[in-house]
Structures are given as structure tokens and as C-alpha cells.
């Protein structure tokens, strides 16, 4: 069984201050790992994955996320805050022991993070 | 803009009735996968399907049902409707053409009112 955990339900950031958005996950195999955002009355947008290789992953609007396996997190972040970072973040994981065919993800609840001007 | 489009944005209803929420894919995708978000739940997989067939499925009710169609345009049915059922439903996307690891994009969602 593959599962994730969002530990904060808010994450309060000033902005041009650096912001972390954490994510532990829990699989009986390798992670894939996936981070979206989600703006109100707006659909998921794709941040960025880990599937192998360098633990650091870039991805869209200067997010960063830190794979590591012995804590089994995949915490997200951003070295400088913006206002229009404000959103409800997703953190989202697959097992590569899923099974052939099934490739479902599972999220996590969510962590609202306001960006403070 | 992911490519996915979905219709309706919105769908107010009664009890009791039954809808239809439709999924179009990004182009060249062949796998469809729906999700309901709300509030108590957070966000669920609810079915997949890839090519036309049933791929998996997660929490989804027996009232609701899904297909796919030869265009790889995809169909969630809710039936007998209860105040319960009222969510967000999201439709993604994905190649599914390799390993599993493929990004899923979403479309923008169908928000259901159930009165």
C-alpha cells in the first residue's frame, strides 16, 4: 500500500523569505514522487516529479523538492516566496511496486500556504 | 492550460438524479484517470481506464460508473445522487505508454451541487 502525509494544514511564509511545504510518504517499493498546486476554483498544475537519480528536483516557477529516502520525504521549496505563490499544495506518490497497469496516484490532504506581503 | 478539458465547469442537481461528466485527453494521452475531491476526503482516485479498458479502480461507489470511448474521450456517470456526492470532480491525463511514471495532468474540474 502506498501513502502520503502533508504534516501542516497552513504554512504561513513572508515574502522573499525561503518556504518549505513538507511531505513524508510511506510505499513497499521505490517512490515516484509528484508535487502540484492548485489555485482556487483551478485544477491541479504539475510542479515537478522524482522517479531516480539526483535527489534535488527543479521544477516549474523556481520550485525545488529534496528527495530522501532514509526519512522517506520529498519536502518541497522555494528560496525566495512570492505573493503568487499563495495556492493549496499537493504532494502525491506511487509505488513502482503497484502493479502492471495500475498507475494511480495517491495525495495527500493538501497544505495551504499564504505568502505574507 | 494542461490540454485536459472537461465539461461542465459547474452542474447543479436534485437528489436522486443522475449526470454525466465528460473528459476530453491531451492529445495522444491514452489514459483517463477521475478523481473527486472534497472537503472531508481530500482528493481520491476514483477509475482509471487506458485505451478503452478498465485499468483500475479506487474509491469509487457503485452508483457511479465510467467508460471510455474509441476517441479516448472518457465519461463519469453519478447516479441517484445524494447531498453527499456533492464535489469536485477532476478528470487527468497521462501517456501511459512506458512504466508507470508518467505525469498525470488534470483538467480544470466539474464542481457538482447536489441539492
Known amino acids: 500500500a502506498q501513502s502520503v502525509a502533508q504534516p501542516e494544514d497552513q504554512v504561513n511564509v513572508a515574502e522573499g523569505n525561503p518556504l518549505t511545504v513538507k511531505c513524508t510518504y510511506s510505499?513497499?517499493?521505490?517512490?515516484?514522487l509528484f508535487w502540484y498546486v492548485q489555485y482556487p476554483n483551478r485544477g491541479l498544475q504539475f510542479l515537478l516529479k522524482?522517479?531516480?537519480?539526483?535527489?534535488l528536483v527543479k521544477g516549474s516557477y523556481g520550485f525545488e523538492a529534496e528527495f530522501n529516502k532514509s526519512q522517506t520525504s520529498f519536502h518541497l521549496k522555494k528560496p525566495s516566496a512570492l505573493v503568487s505563490d499563495s495556492a493549496l499544495y499537493f504532494c502525491?506518490?506511487?509505488?513502482?511496486?503497484?502493479?502492471?497497469?495500475?498507475?494511480?496516484?495517491?495525495f495527500g490532504k493538501g497544505t495551504k500556504l499564504s505568502v505574507i506581503p | 492550460d494542461s490540454g485536459v478539458t472537461q465539461t461542465p465547469k459547474h452542474l447543479i442537481t436534485a437528489t436522486g438524479q443522475r449526470v454525466t461528466l465528460r473528459c476530453s485527453p491531451r492529445?495522444?494521452?491514452?489514459?483517463v484517470y477521475w478523481y473527486q475531491q472534497s472537503l472531508d476526503q481530500g482528493l481520491q482516485f476514483l477509475i482509471q481506464?487506458?485505451?478503452?479498458?478498465?485499468?483500475a479502480k479506487g474509491n469509487i461507489l457503485e452508483r457511479f460508473s465510467a467508460q471510455q470511448f474509441p476517441d479516448l474521450h472518457s465519461e463519469l456517470n453519478l447516479s441517484s445522487l445524494e447531498l453527499g456526492d456533492s464535489a469536485l470532480y477532476f478528470c487527468?491525463?497521462?501517456?501511459?505508454?512506458?512504466?508507470?511514471?508518467?505525469?498525470?495532468?488534470f483538467g480544470p474540474g466539474t464542481r457538482l451541487l447536489v441539492l
Open positions: 487527468a491525463s497521462s501517456v501511459e505508454g512506458g512504466t508507470g511514471k508518467e505525469t498525470q495532468y
Open positions: 510505499v513497499s517499493g521505490n517512490p515516484y
Open positions: 522524482y522517479i531516480t537519480g539526483d535527489n
Open positions: 502525491a506518490v506511487r509505488d513502482s511496486d503497484s502493479g502492471a497497469g495500475s498507475y494511480q496516484l495517491t
Open positions: 492529445s495522444g494521452d491514452l489514459s
Open positions: 481506464y487506458y485505451n478503452g479498458e478498465e485499468r
